[in-house]
Each structure stands twice: as C-alpha cells, then as structure tokens.
C-alpha cells in the first residue's frame, strides 16, 4: 500500500508544525516561569521594606523612649487593665509614613468610631492590600469594629510575645539592648486581627506550623515564603521548609544571644533586606 505525495506531505507539514510548536513552549516556558519567579521576588521584596520600615521605627522610638516616656512595644492599656490599641496603632499614629498632629484617642478602644476614622494610616504598611477600601476621607464607611475584621484590614505582621522574648510578658526589652539576632516581627497571613487592635503570637500559644493552609500561623503572602524581621533591623525572606524548632529558638534572647543565625537559618534564607541597604 502507497501513500499519495499529498497525504505525505500533508503529514510531513504537521510534523513540522508541532516541532515548532514544541520547541516554542520549550524556548518560551523557562521564560515564563522566570518571569514569574522575579515578580514574585519583587512582591516578597516590597513586603520585605515595609517590614524594614516598620523595625526601623521601633528602633527609633525605643531609642528615645526614655525620652518620649512610651515603650513602642507596648499595646495601649486602660487603667482597668483593658487593652485598648495594639502597638502598631500607636506607631502608625506616631511615625508611619509621617508623624500626624491629630491622633487617636488612646483613651478609647480601637473600635471607636474616633479611632477607625484613622485606619488608612497603618494599612499600608500592615495589611495585605497595603490600604483600606472602606475607609475615605477619614471617616469610617463599613467597619464595624468587630472580629473577625474584613480580610483586607487584617494584620500581616505579628510581634512575637511571651517570657523570654523581646517583647516579653507585660514588659519589652529596648532593641537597643536586644541581641541583633532575636526575632522580633514574623508575616501571618491570615491573622483575623484587625492590624488596630491588640493582639500578636504568644510563644506560649501560637501554632507550631510554617505555612499552614489557613495561614494561620507564620506564613507567607508568596508562596516564595515569610519573613522574619530581627532586633537589629534586618529583614529576611524565609523558605517555607524551614523547620519550626529551628526558627523558634531565635524567639527566645538567651537563645538569639548564642547562637549564629547564619548557621542555624542561613541556609533557608531566600533574600535579605540587610541593616545598612545601599
């Protein structure tokens, strides 16, 4: 049995046609992924500066607080022992991006309508849309102030709390004093915790996990992994392998004083925002 010429060739120009169409995925795929791969660095590195900024503002204020006569890791408390405001509530109000002349009532939760007139002020630099689609001209349009907040006003940067931490158990350590490796802030991903209010991870309580699905517990915005922001001011981007028990040890100022993070971390750092950036 013989082919006709034209079947033949009809064969011959689709073998060709799926060459090319082969070799176009195999030339054009690799740059697709590494396009992806760089726009999510850049994204993770975007949320590595606010992290940078935001230590870099408790560096300042804890500096000064001696002056100032606040501790900035330190949640607002009523006289009655209620918990008002968190800490970033006061440092958005105080220096985020620019200190404001009208602030908040700190005689008031940060439910009160005084106070969620000023939401906007911390969105950028603590929440994940980076501001607040329902809050216009300083007044409040669709919060209720109650938990679980709407997703976009939620927190994306917890502090890490507890006895033996920087943050400590009622009272903090001033960063100045701190060892450079202990950990400070870590990134959650879904906190249900309005970036206003009180509430951080307790190393008492927090979940055991990295990168859990309900995001949760420390996990990441990309799927590059989290970061971690250190008492010294550097901001780490960590793979999401990296084991619990590892990273926790750096919670702890006793551990962070002896231990080498390079060693210890180093090897699940994917970027770094260092102290001194050029």
């Not at 010429?5 to 073998?15: D, I, K, T, Y």
């Not at 008002?84 to 009532?105: E, F, G, K, Q």
């Not at 630099?125 to 976009?152: C, M, Q, V, W």
């Not at 950990?183 to 906190?191: D, F, G, K, P, Q």
């Amino acid at each position: 049995m013989t082919i006709d010429a034209s079947v033949r060739n009809r064969w011959l120009q689709a073998g060709v046609v799926a060459g090319v169409v082969l070799l176009a995925i195999t030339l054009v795929l690799p740059a697709l992924q590494q396009l992806h791969l760089a726009h999510e660095y850049e994204r993770a590195h975007m949320t590595a500066l606010k992290f940078r900024q935001v230590i870099m503002e408790m560096q300042n204020w804890s500096a000064q607080s001696k002056i100032s006569g606040h501790d900035p890791m330190c949640d607002i408390v009523a006289e009655s022992g209620e918990r008002l405001l968190s800490w970033r509530t006061w440092l958005a109000d105080h220096s985020l991006p620019i200190p404001y002349v009208d602030h908040c009532d700190y005689r008031e939760s940060w439910q009160h309508p005084r106070n969620l007139r000023f939401a906007p002020r911390g969105g950028y630099f603590f929440t994940k849309l980076g501001h607040s689609i329902r809050y216009e001209d300083n007044a409040a349009t669709g919060d209720d102030g109650h938990f679980p907040p709407k997703s976009e006003d939620a927190t994306t940067i917890l502090a890490v709390t507890g006895p033996g931490t920087v943050f400590g158990d009622g009272t903090s350590i001033p960063l100045t004093d701190a060892p450079g490796a202990a950990i400070v802030l870590v990134e959650v991903r879904n906190s249900t915790v309005h970036w206003m209010a009180p509430g951080d991870f307790d190393i008492r309580t927090m979940p055991h996990t990295i990168n859990d699905p309900v995001g949760q517990g420390i996990s990441g915005q990309s799927p590059l992994g989290f970061h971690v922001a250190f008492a010294d001011g550097e901001v780490w981007l960590l793979s999401n392998d990296t084991p619990f028990e590892d990273l926790s040890r750096f919670f702890l100022v006793n551990e962070a004083n002896r231990l080498d993070r390079e060693i210890v971390l180093g090897k699940f750092r994917r970027s770094r925002v260092n102290i001194s950036p050029e």
